[in-house]
């Protein structure tokens, strides 16, 4: 039998709804359970920024190819610093070898530094379907580093045009 994600997520949806009405706790896919089947124990979640020559040299395309052979999905994007900045999910199990990977770059790349941002709660988004790369037009960063708002990281509140995200 094959559903669709809507109908998953109707289902869930209506079953959330049932503990509600019935004054029980919704399951939270996340941390309950018992160890090794929730989803902090078989999945990673990471944000990172890299610096260094990764601009023009393929680094988003082989970063793109990479989590996909690693079974990751997510995004990468250039930025207007000359960095390249993303979010990557995957098996908890191949989390490490991403971001080794992502340390050393292709071929063509120099890598100084990356910075990573580790989700501690990493719930699988159904908008996420395989490793995206983002057009250099869309403006995106978050409240903390790596990749953070300038109006972050000056102090302000953040009161600034640019949408500010906590996790994608």
């Not at 978050?142 to 640019?162: I, T, V």
């Amino acid at each position: 039998m094959r559903v669709s994600c809507y109908a998953l997520a109707a289902l869930l949806a209506v079953m959330s709804g049932l503990e509600q009405a019935a004054g029980l706790e919704p399951l939270d896919v996340a941390f309950d359970g018992p160890p090794g089947w929730r989803m902090v124990d078989r999945f990673a979640g990471f944000r990172y920024e890299v610096m260094g020559n990764v601009i023009g040299v393929g680094f988003r395309q082989a970063t793109s190819e990479k989590a996909t052979q690693l079974g990751c999905f997510g995004w990468a994007q250039n930025t207007e610093r000359g960095t390249v900045v993303g979010e990557v999910r995957c098996a908890k199990s191949v989390a490490p070898a991403m971001k080794e990977w992502l340390a050393a770059g292709p071929p063509k790349s120099r890598v100084d530094e990356v910075t990573v941002k580790d989700y501690e709660n990493t719930k699988i988004k159904l908008h996420f379907s395989h490793f995206k790369i983002l057009p250099d037009e869309r403006q995106t960063c978050f409240r903390d580093p790596p990749h953070q708002c300038a109006e972050f990281a000056e102090g302000g509140g953040g009161g600034g045009s640019a949408p500010s995200h906590d996790e994608f």
